[in-house]
């Protein structure tokens, strides 16, 4: 599975930003796609993931200023970066399992696949 992720840009606090992510084919009928970020100096934290039921999650830094959404028909998911803040400055990396437990979906080391970063930088 290769993912393709894009969206990323520059924008001033408080501004807003897409991504996209466009995995080459569904990893298996139960899958999980979401989003981990890496900023300067800092440990790669988890952002946000959706399952193949659609469940979403989020991580606290980004709950009620993030959404992520599916469109399984072509394989792709977004994340809307509303009410963005320099502290949300990093790249932002597409990852995806083929296989999901309830739970892990923050830990880097349950997704199979990983995409290439897109920049987001968020100046004050």
């Known amino acids: 599975v290769q993912l393709q992720a894009s969206g990323g840009g520059l924008v001033q606090a408080g501004g807003s930003l897409r991504l996209s992510c466009a995995a080459s084919r569904r990893p298996s009928a139960r899958y999980i796609m979401g989003w981990f970020r890496q900023a300067p100096g800092k440990e790669r934290e988890f952002v946000s993931a959706i399952s193949w039921t659609g469940g979403t999650y989020y991580a606290d830094s980004v709950k009620d200023r993030f959404t992520i959404s599916g469109e399984s028909t072509k394989n792709t998911v977004y994340l809307q970066m509303n009410s963005l803040k320099p502290e949300d400055t990093a790249v932002y990396s597409c990852?995806?399992?083929?296989?999901?437990?309830?739970?892990?979906?923050?830990?880097?080391?349950?997704?199979?696949?990983w995409g290439q970063g897109t920049l987001v930088t968020v100046s004050s």
């Open positions: 990852v995806a399992s083929g296989t999901w437990y309830v739970g892990r979906h923050p830990k880097d080391w349950s997704y199979d696949y």
